[in-house]
Nanobody, 124 residues
Framework: QVQLVESGGGLVQAGGSLRLSCAAS????????MGWFRQAPGKEREFVAT????????YYADSVKGRFTISRNNAKNTVYLQMNSLKPEDTAVYYC?????????????????WGQGTQVTVSS
């Protein structure tokens, strides 16, 4: 069992930056591939970024590539999402999630554990 708690969301102007954190409790954090997803009002949840169990491999949605960076600190049981050059279309609730494997997938159905989400609002 893994519990995930996100933090770091907020209101920022376009062009600004935010860093989201996701703290995990439970055992063997380094056994889980981790991902970030987001859901904007009226839209389906979409993949943002994923990182492998060791942190050595990452993958991003085209919409955030070059602006967002996912990282993890297995000693601190935490995964991060650094978001730069934010745009109004990045406004959404951001969720971190843990896979029950190290596949670093982009499909939300492969992620077993989810946080409660943190709101990110980017004003124009």
């Amino acid at each position: 069992q893994v519990q995930l708690v996100e933090s770091g969301g907020g209101l920022v102007q376009a062009g600004g930056s935010l860093r989201l954190s996701c703290a995990a409790s439970g055992r063997a954090f380094n056994w889980y591939g981790m991902g970030w997803f987001r859901q904007a009002p009226g839209k389906e949840r979409e993949f943002v970024a994923t990182i492998s169990c060791s942190g050595g491999s990452t993958y991003y949605a085209d919409s955030v590539k070059g602006r967002f960076t996912i990282s993890r600190n297995n000693a601190k049981n935490t995964v991060y999402l650094q978001m730069n050059s934010l745009k109004p279309e990045d406004t959404a609730v951001y969720y971190c999630a843990a896979e029950a494997a190290c596949t670093s997938g982009t499909d939300a159905t492969t992620y077993y554990y989810w946080g409660q989400g943190t709101q990110v609002t980017v004003s124009s």
